[in-house]
């Protein structure tokens, strides 16, 4: 049994489906990432999972808790950090006065440790917060109480990346210390650092749980390449290729293409040509969709 249990979840607005039979669990300790373009139903199953709305259909459970009954939802929210996306705060109040508040709810056992490392400026009006102090009260106050369960949002959206690589870091260190964390993302990159399992979303269904390496091995590389002078026809014609182009520059050649075969093939075929530039980086989220699992991912 899961720490998270989400079980055949369906959530309608009316005609529309946000989220369509979802079901996966997250296991005690484990990183999570819940994975998927902008509008794919991940916020509404949060939502669900959390209590703020009733399922249309399924169950959702943390800890054990059944999170659709009030007095089991009070019972497991009390052990679990929550960080919405866009974190909204009482623009009047202070950073300090909000984790007051926080604090003389929940508890507050971390707040000292997480203000040092996050460093929202405490004694500002919220009104007056960039995006990225809002994104790091959020933060302080979703584990200052010392949660064993913490379910965010798009955690490091309007973070510059020397928070986002804190943030890592802190997740990483969490999970060495057993917490249970599931969030959710748009970027593959993100996930890639701290998660263990992801589950992908496309459209309000599931599309696939896997373990990060796996995922990471499927969804494949962008290759793009500069080489001196014109290339042959059958120029990176090999298995895994896929969407290549090829095009003049000037005196040389542009090329690039999406790779998911052999590293020692794609560098065999590589040593191939004199190479003016060579860039490698993985595919863009939207491409996994595309490419892997079928049909258009959400806009």
């Excluded at 490392?117 to 960039?130: G, K, T």
């Amino acid at each position: 049994m899961g720490v998270i249990e989400i079980e055949s979840l369906t959530k309608r607005y009316g005609d529309l489906t946000a989220v369509d039979d979802l079901t996966f669990e997250v296991a005690d300790g484990e990183v999570f990432g819940f994975l998927g373009p902008n509008g794919a139903g991940k916020t509404t199953a949060i939502r669900t999972l959390l209590g703020m709305q009733a399922p249309t259909a399924g169950s959702v459970r943390i800890d054990g808790h059944d999170t659709t009954d009030e007095n089991q939802r009070l019972e497991a929210l009390a052990d679990t950090g929550f960080l919405p996306s866009n974190p909204q705060f009482d623009p009047q109040a202070t950073g300090r006065e909000i984790l007051d508040l926080h604090e003389s709810i929940k508890g507050g056992s971390r707040r000292d440790e997480l203000l040092e490392l996050f460093d929202p400026p405490l004694d500002r009006e919220i009104r007056a917060y960039s995006t990225g102090n809002v994104q790091k009260l959020g933060l302080v106050q979703a584990f200052m109480h010392d949660p064993d369960v913490v379910v965010m949002d798009e955690p490091t959206s309007g973070l510059d990346p020397l928070l986002v690589a804190r943030f890592n870091d802190f997740v990483r260190a969490e999970r060495e210390r057993g917490v249970t964390v599931l969030f959710s993302s748009h970027v593959l990159s993100e996930v890639r650092r701290v998660c263990d399992r992801v589950a992908v979303i496309r459209d309000g269904a599931l599309v696939a749980v896997e373990d990060v390496q796996t995922l990471l091995a499927r969804s494949g590389k962008v290759v793009r390449a500069r080489a001196d002078g014109s290339l042959p026809d059958d120029a990176f014609d090999i298995p895994g290729v896929a969407d290549r182009t090829v095009e003049a520059d000037g005196d040389a050649t542009r090329v690039s293409f999406t790779y998911t075969g052999s590293v020692d093939a794609l560098v065999d075929e590589l040593d191939r040509y004199s190479l003016l530039e060579l860039d490698v980086e993985e595919a863009p989220l939207e491409d996994v969709f595309l490419q892997f699992y079928g049909g258009e991912a959400s806009a």
